[in-house]
């Protein structure tokens, strides 16, 4: 079994995601999880391929279809030790 990583930081954030109103109407949710991952990379100074995202919040992000995205979403981020970030719902 694989061991439980610390975590070093932990943050709550409101993305917003009005941004991702301006990509076309079917690529918009592709375009907010762009967006979450930009964000959480520039906000825990890390790399956006070390930034992963929990289903969870991609489930939030789809829940009204590809077209309607909410126009933003709180996230909670842990940093773990080895450098990855996590993205999952508070």
Do not use: C, Y
């Amino acid at each position: 079994m694989e061991e439980q990583q610390q975590a070093t930081e932990e943050i709550f954030l409101n993305i917003p995601l009005r941004d991702a109103k301006s990509a076309p109407r079917t690529r918009r949710a592709d375009a907010a999880i762009n967006i979450i991952r930009d964000e959480v990379a520039r906000k825990t100074k890390s790399d956006v391929e070390d930034v992963w995202v929990d289903p969870k919040v991609n489930e939030k992000i789809w829940n009204r279809g590809r077209k309607k995205i909410p126009s933003r979403v709180r996230v909670r981020i842990l940093k773990l030790q080895d450098g990855t970030t996590e993205v999952v719902l508070p």
